[in-house]
């Protein structure tokens, strides 16, 4: 038998929230997703030694765990980049051109939506509707929810965040 050790030690918060969403999800196999959220919320992303850990726990096979937590794209299993921004690509915002904000972020910052950019500053991730459908085209940045924006204002609000001096109209 394969023992998998705690990815921290017990007495570490983020072990004990893991733990209890193990717990409060009965250990169930079909609380994997849950699971996992409850893991990259506390952890910051998915490392090795959790996805072996959740697979343990849950007693799946480790190719299921890795597979789920790469198939969907709001897991991640790199560090977070020192500002994260959220694009909504529900479907009012995708109508509303969240594609153009993506886009426009990959090309001033170089990281494709689920990555983070590659001097580790920019991560950016996809969210389908965040329920704030009437401010569409919605994006966060570092938690704060900025709507009707453009892929324009947007990079400038990171770059603002990032410590770029603002740009001036001319
Ligand atoms: S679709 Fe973006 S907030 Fe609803």
């Known amino acids: 038998m394969v023992i998998v050790r705690p990815p921290a030690p017990a007495e570490d918060t983020r ?9 409060r999800t009965g250990f169930r196999q079909d609380a994997l997703i849950e699971v996992l959220h409850a893991a990259q919320n506390s952890f910051g992303y998915l490392t ?3 996805l072996w850990y959740v697979a343990a726990r849950l007693r799946l096979p480790p190719s299921r765990v890795y597979g789920v937590a790469t198939f969907y794209n709001f897991f991640s299993l790199k560090p977070p980049g020192d500002h994260t921004v959220i694009v909504c690509e529900g479907t009012v915002c995708y109508i509303r051109g969240a594609i153009k904000i993506a886009e426009g972020l990959q090309a001033a910052f170089g990281a494709a939506p689920g990555d983070t950019s590659p001097d580790g500053k920019v991560s950016v991730a996809i969210a389908r509707c ?18 009707k924006t453009s892929a324009e204002a947007a990079v400038e609000r ?6 770029a001096p603002a740009e001036v109209a001319p």
Do not use: F, M, T, Y
């Not at 072990?15 to 717990?23: F, S, W």
């Not at 990171?158 to 410590?163: E, I, P, S, T």
């Open 15 to 23: 072990q004990r929230v893991l733990d209890a969403a193990l717990k």
């Open 48 to 50: 090795p030694e959790l």
């Open 158 to 163: 990171v770059r603002l965040a990032l410590g």
């Open 130 to 147: 965040l329920g704030s459908c009437a401010l569409a085209p919605i994006v966060v940045i570092d938690g704060q929810l900025i709507g």
